[in-house]
Structure formats: structure tokens, C-alpha cells
């Protein structure tokens, strides 16, 4: 069985699906791993490294795709790459199914079966393959290291004989996994941290960093899904949470918005009147820009200046982090791939309820009822 990776396309990414120490394993399990030449330096990891764990490398990215039984990848990978694999290929990645459905047609074209790391069910058995918690974590922290790079004060509180240096003040905007990521670093930087989300349970883990939980009466709606996810709240109780917000983010030097509800677009939770109202200096990381973003003003992948108020809007900081990004990722990656492989060969159990859910198309087929939806082929 052949697992090809490739070197990732997409302009700034720095990724690679599988770094040396996954590809041990894989080969453990009597697998075949080949490398484009060149994959895993931007990751920091080497041709050598790669042949050295097991795997072998070739520049030549066409007989690769013609024996790849599997193509690993973070992004999907460009339509004139799937049209070189073999009808049957196993692909499997970051496919934005939800969000670019109809992208996944030339996947069902070329019958290949393809593999979500999105749709990958929050279930306990699947924790060591959740790789968008994985890289939610990557996020929020770096969100903060950006916010203290740029932010002309200091994070912690100083006593010097020049006098005391107060501490930065942080807001953080829904508190999932990116939130309390960016809230645990933060408060690691010496920041004084506060947050808010519409689900109560995170108060608990909010206060358990050391950071004050903000509180809105939003009289007692349901705000979670069984999964323990956030759902679309009425505009009165999305309203209070603005107001809350709008008014503590005048205090605050730097406000981090994580929030977001699967499948619908981001909330807003800072409003253009909100950002004018802040301090010039202040600073803005919007986390949830490639959903339409939490902050009215907000440009995917751009920094602007409002008023002295700059706004972030990063759509792929995980790639800023390469090697850490890419590690456990390839980790989430490898848990996942290794529950198809039994006695090194592909073995695909569509019933399984981690492998169905997660497939996206196989044989010719729209798997996943969403997508299907999506691209107008449910039937
Ligand atoms: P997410 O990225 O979908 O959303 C981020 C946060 O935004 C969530 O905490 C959500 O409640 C919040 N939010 C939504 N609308 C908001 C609004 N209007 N105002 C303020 N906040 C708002 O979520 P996520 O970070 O992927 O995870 C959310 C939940 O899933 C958490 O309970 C987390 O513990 C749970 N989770 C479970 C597993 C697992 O069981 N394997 C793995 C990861 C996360």
C-alpha cells in the first residue's frame, strides 16, 4: 500500500502532512511512504529525515500520483493533481467541505473515496484524530504572540525603579479550544485575562486559567448543542453579548474573537461602533475570519487601522507554526489513516462511525449527507 505526500500548493503554507516520526509508524504497519522531494523543509524536516524514518523520496510528482494508493495532504490539493490519481485513490486532509462543497466535485468525478479531517466526529475514540482541535490550539496561541508583538505595551506587570508597569489587559471572544488556548498564553505572558461565551460550561475552564468569566443573562436559552457546541442564538441574545462586549473592550488593550458556530456564519460580536469606541493602540485578532468574522471591520488575512485600532484578521496562522502544526497534525492524521490499515492493506468500513461520517465521496457517491445537500445532490 503507497502513501504519497506531497509538498503542499497553497501560497503560504508552510505544512506537511506527515513528518518523519508518523511515517515510522505507518511503516510499521507495513505501509509504503513516499515524499516529494523537498515536502518537509519548510516544516524543518529534510529528505534525509524522511528516508531516514522508512519513507523514500522522488521529484517526480506524476509517478507518485499514478502509484499513490493514498494521498495525504493538509489543504486539498489542486483539481490537476486529483485528476492524476488512480480511480479508487484514498485522499485525505483539510477538504473544507462544508465551506467550499462544490470545490470536491472533480474528488467525485475522478471516483476518488475522500476522507474530511473536518468530519472527523468528536467522539471519545476519535480524540487522538481531532485536528481541528489540534490546530485551534496552534491558533490561539500564536494569536496572543502576534497581539504582544504588535501591541506598543507590555504583556506583564513590572516594578522597576522607572516606576510600575501595569499590566496588558486582554478580552478573549468565545472559549473553545482556540480561546482558552490564546487565554492559558496569554495569562502565561503575565496579561490580566478576561472572557466570554454563550455556553455557561465554559466559565468553569475560563476561571481554572485565572481569568474572569463575563457573564450575560441571556435568560435562560439553550446556547449548546448535545456535542457541546454552541448553536445560532436569537438576535436579542446575540445582541446582549455585543453590548457586554463593546463596553469591556473599551478597557481592554487587546481583543482576541474565537467565536463560532458550526456550519453558520461567525457571529459578530464586535459591531464598527464597538471599534471606534476603543483605545488607539488597541489591537484586534479576529480568528474567525475565514467564517465571515466576529469583528464588523475585519479584512480576511489583513492587518488595517481604524481609528488607531488595528485589526487582524489571520486566516491560517497553524502555518506559522509549521513545526508543531505539522506534528500534530501528522499525528491526528496518522490515528486516523491507521484505522484503515489492516495487515498493510486498505481496509474501508463504511459502517464504522468514525471512517463513514468523515468520508466525504466514495465510489462515484456523496457520502456525507450535509455536503451532499450543499452541492444540490441529495437526494
Ligand atoms: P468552535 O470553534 O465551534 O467555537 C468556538 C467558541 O465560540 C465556542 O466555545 C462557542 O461556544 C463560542 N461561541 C459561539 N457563538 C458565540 C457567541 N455569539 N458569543 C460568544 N461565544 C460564542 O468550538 P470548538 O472550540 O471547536 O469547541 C467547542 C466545544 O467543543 C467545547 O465545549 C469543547 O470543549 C468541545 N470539544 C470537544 C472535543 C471532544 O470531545 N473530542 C474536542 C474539541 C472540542
Given at each position: 500500500m503507497n502513501i504519497v505526500v506531497l509538498k503542499e500548493s497553497m501560497p503560504d503554507e508552510w505544512r506537511v502532512a506527515l513528518m518523519p516520526e508518523s511515517v515510522r509508524k505507518l511503516v510499521g504497519l507495513k505501509a509504503s511512504v513516499y515524499i516529494e522531494s523537498g515536502a518537509g523543509v519548510s516544516a524543518?524536516?529534510?529528505?534525509?529525515?524522511?528516508?531516514?524514518?522508512?519513507?523514500?523520496s522522488s521529484k517526480d510528482r506524476d509517478a507518485l500520483l499514478e502509484s499513490a494508493d493514498?494521498?495525504?495532504a493538509v489543504n486539498k490539493p489542486p483539481d490537476d493533481v486529483l485528476a492524476k490519481l488512480r480511480q479508487g485513490t484514498v485522499?485525505?486532509?483539510?477538504?473544507?467541505?462544508?465551506?467550499?462543497?462544490?470545490?470536491?466535485?472533480?474528488?467525485?468525478?475522478h471516483g476518488l473515496t475522500a476522507f474530511s479531517m473536518e468530519l472527523i466526529p468528536r467522539i471519545t475514540r476519535a480524540q487522538s484524530m481531532d485536528a481541528l482541535s489540534s490546530m485551534a490550539t496552534v491558533a490561539g496561541y500564536k494569536a496572543?504572540?502576534?497581539?504582544?508583538?504588535r501591541l506598543p505595551r507590555m504583556f506583564p506587570l513590572l516594578m522597576t525603579a522607572a516606576g510600575t508597569v501595569p499590566p496588558a489587559k486582554v478580552l478573549v471572544g468565545g472559549a473553545g479550544?482556540?480561546?482558552?488556548?490564546a487565554i492559558a498564553t496569554a495569562r502565561r505572558l503575565g496579561a490580566v485575562v478576561e472572557a466570554y461565551d454563550v455556553r455557561s460550561a465554559a466559565g468553569e475552564q475560563v476561571r481554572s486559567l485565572g481569568a474572569s468569566f463575563l457573564e450575560v443573562d441571556l435568560g435562560g436559552i439553550k446556547t449548546e448543542d448535545a456535542g457541546g457546541y454552541a448553536v445560532e442564538l436569537s438576535e436579542e441574545a446575540l445582541k446582549?453579548?455585543?453590548?457586554?462586549?463593546?463596553?469591556?473592550?473599551t478597557t481592554n488593550d487587546v481583543v482576541i474573537t474565537t467565536a463560532q458556530v458550526p456550519g453558520r456564519r461567525a457571529p459578530l460580536l464586535l459591531t464598527?461602533?464597538?471599534?471606534?469606541?476603543?483605545?488607539?493602540?488597541?489591537i484586534i485578532i479576529d480568528l474567525a475570519a475565514s467564517t465571515g468574522g466576529n469583528c464588523a471591520l475585519s479584512r480576511p488575512d489583513e492587518t488595517i487601522d481604524v481609528n488607531g485600532?488595528?485589526?487582524?484578521?489571520?486566516?491560517?496562522?497553524?502555518?506559522?507554526?509549521?513545526?508543531?502544526?505539522?506534528?500534530?497534525?501528522?499525528r491526528n492524521l496518522t490515528s486516523f489513516l491507521s484505522s484503515l490499515i489492516k495487515d498493510g492493506e486498505l481496509h474501508l468500513d463504511m459502517n464504522d462511525d468514525v471512517v463513514g461520517p468523515s468520508c466525504v465521496t466514495h465510489q462515484g457517491q456523496w457520502m456525507n449527507k450535509r455536503v451532499a445537500e450543499a452541492v444540490g445532490a441529495a437526494g
Open positions: 524543518a524536516r529534510s529528505d534525509d529525515d524522511y528516508r531516514e524514518a522508512g519513507a523514500q493514498v494521498l495525504v485522499v485525505i486532509g483539510f477538504l473544507r467541505p462544508l465551506d467550499e462543497p462544490a470545490a470536491l466535485q472533480p474528488a467525485l468525478n496572543v504572540i502576534v497581539a504582544a508583538e479550544v482556540a480561546g482558552l488556548q446582549r453579548g455585543r453590548d457586554l462586549i463593546a463596553e469591556r473592550a464598527e461602533e464597538a471599534v471606534y469606541r476603543m483605545r488607539p493602540g488597541s485600532v488595528t485589526i487582524m484578521a489571520p486566516l491560517n496562522l497553524p502555518a506559522t507554526v509549521p513545526v508543531h502544526a505539522s506534528q500534530l497534525y501528522s
